[in-house]
């Protein structure tokens, strides 16, 4: 029998509500090797249906979790904390202690297919904060690990840009600056209204320095993906919230949602998460209004705009709280999401691999070869990883 106070730690922390002291109480139970057998036995009984568990390793997962504290601790001070369980099933959530993952049980008697690794000493690490932020002169600024940068009007640290709130008297002209994420990268910037967005890799976004009192907040994505929580119009005499990108307009009053318009996808995805946004597209009277868990799908070439209902706004959202959730995708549709986070090219040279599906939701903080061989699991491939390439075949 688990003990229930073990028993409701291990449920907080999987629906990340636990606190620092109850994750460092979870770690030392877990190194007594019965305990690990438990752990495994609740989380699979309660949790998890048709899983196959790894070999839990304390010393390593300790570590892991440590990270794993640290790195909530940053996301509650910039409240980017959501609770999973508001929009994912328990069955198809995996988290961090140890690695999970969903396999028919077909599949779990099957051996893995080897692995083939070409290690020249490098090793591809998944990305981090780091940014380059363009001034409304013109000049470009690095925001990255062990930079220091000074601006007036804006706080920046190693992993987000805050800019000072609009002055009492306000401005007559707007000024912008640009905030571009490259492949490998990710960042969190406040916008001088309070509104908070965070920048997936391969993105980019213009804002204003300050705005204007009493006017329209507009800002615009002009490429990859970005989750919006949008300072309410309330707080800024009523004015309007609007997001341009992609051939389409996000009216918003004051909301959370996430905007996918990557520059090779035709789709501009639109997920919202909550309160209410209206979505224009083409022509002026061309709209559609936007409750939660419901997406829009603004096709870029044919100006068509659909809205349905979405399973799980968890796997949509997944990037932002540092997992990967691919639902029945494709190893072309996951490589990539994966070249993009992890700055790599990747050929596949048997055609056949590029439409194997993969289901399952994976820590974005491991090195790539460890991803695929998670994927592997599941699939029948084998893979080589040199440089800054990934070869599957």
Known sequence: MTDKRIEDIIIKYFSKSATIHELMELTEWLKEP??????????KANFL?????????TDEEKKHILRRIKEQDRRLRNKRHLTVFKYAAV??????????????????????????????????????????????????????????????????????????????????????????IPKGGRFFVQLSDGTSVWLNSES???????FIKGAERRVELLYGEAYFDVSESIHHDGSAFMIHTGGQDIEVLGTEFNIKAYQDEINV???????????????????????????????????????????????????????FSFKHMTMKEIMKVLSRWYDIEYTFKNPDIEEKRFTGVLDREVSIDKLLRYIQK?????????????IIE
């Open 91 to 180: 069955g198809l959530v995996i988290m961090g202690i140890g690695a999970y993952f969903m396999l028919p049980e077909s599949l779990l008697k099957k051996n893995p297919t080897s692995v083939q690794v070409v290690d020249n000493g490098v090793h591809i690490l998944p990305g981090s904060d780091k940014a380059i932020l363009t001034l409304e002169n013109g000049a470009d600024v690095a925001l990255e690990k062990g930079v220091d940068v000074k601006l007036k009007g804006r706080t920046l640290n190693q992993e987000q840009l805050i800019y000072d709130s609009n002055p009492e008297d306000g401005q007559s002209a707007v000024q912008y600056n640009y905030l571009t």
């Open 49 to 57: 249906a048709d899983v196959h568990l790894v070999d839990f390793n």
């Open 269 to 323: 995805v639109t997920t919202l998460v909550e309160g209410k946004v209206k979505v224009k597209a083409g022509e002026a009277d061309s709209y559609r209004f936007l409750r939660p868990s419901e997406q829009s799908l603004f096709n870029a070439e044919t100006g068509a705009l659909a809205v349905h209902k979405v399973d799980k706004v968890f796997d949509e959202i997944a990037w932002k709280e540092g997992y």
């Open 204 to 210: 980019k976004l213009k804002y204003p320095v300050q």
């Open 34 to 43: 019965s305990n690990n057998v438990i752990f495994k036995q609740f989380v």
């Open 378 to 390: 599941t699939n029948e491939f084998n893979y080589s990883v040199k440089d800054k390439k990934v």
